[in-house]
């Protein structure tokens, strides 16, 4: 089951985090992986990794809120490896945990903008860059990683949780207009996840890991298997769906 040999798999933001685990599973189930990242460094250790497993990987290093430049560089890096994208992780946006959290009246008008580039237009972006070829060849999968600051919203992240809603939104209306040429898509709502660059204090994780049913925050290895089933020819019958993959956040 879940076997990808022969599909290319692009994962934005691919460079750490979450994006770097779901690019090392796809991988370890046969696909050649595209890891995207604005950082060359960060997409190069990932690459090095799943070569020395034995994986396929290539790095592919642009903004994803650059449509023409990732377009040029999608073709460049395909023509050279011989492959189509057929998987597509819309993975990269702002952690939660890196936002200053404020009331929606007290934030600042000047970093909006952020939060909808890169989970607004990047989205969008790599969506349109890959999408024709998926139509074409009758068979795609799309996955968008969304968070439970935009499903069930959360105080004090109001412009992310709206920046992060538009990935749901997108996919079920993406899914009516593709689903009859063999592509899905999905979206998997993240709660928290340990996050290397964010550590809250002890009291405040306490407070965090009380609102999960699992008493912990996640993992980005509690998050590939989900992209893995989506992206599988076994979850061809799964689409326009939001699947909260988030130790019971929000559950009593
Ligand atoms: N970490 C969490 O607790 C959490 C919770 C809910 C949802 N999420 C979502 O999960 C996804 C991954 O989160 P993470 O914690 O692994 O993030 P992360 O910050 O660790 O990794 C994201 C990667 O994306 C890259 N990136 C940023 N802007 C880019 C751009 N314009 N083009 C290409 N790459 C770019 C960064 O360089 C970084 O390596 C995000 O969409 C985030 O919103 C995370």
Redesign the pocket.
Known sequence: MFNLAGHCALI????????AQIARVLAEQGATVLV????QE?AEVVVDEIRKSGGNATSLV????KLEVLKEQIAQVTSELGCQIDILVN????????IELARFVDSDPTQWSRHIE??GY?LLNATYAVLPGMIERQWGRIVT?????GRVGDAGVAVYGAA?AMGPGFMRSLAKEVGSVGVTCNSIS????A?P?YQPDAERLAKMNKLYATRRRGT?EDIAPAVLLLVSDEGSWITGQTIPVNGGYATS
């Open positions: 934005t933001g691919a460079g750490q985090g979450v994006g995207n990242d604005l950082f960060r642009a903004d994803i809120t993975n990269a946006g702002i952690p939660a945990e890196g890169l989970n990047g990683i969304t968070s439970d600051g992060k993240l709660g928290s996840i996050h660059n980005p």
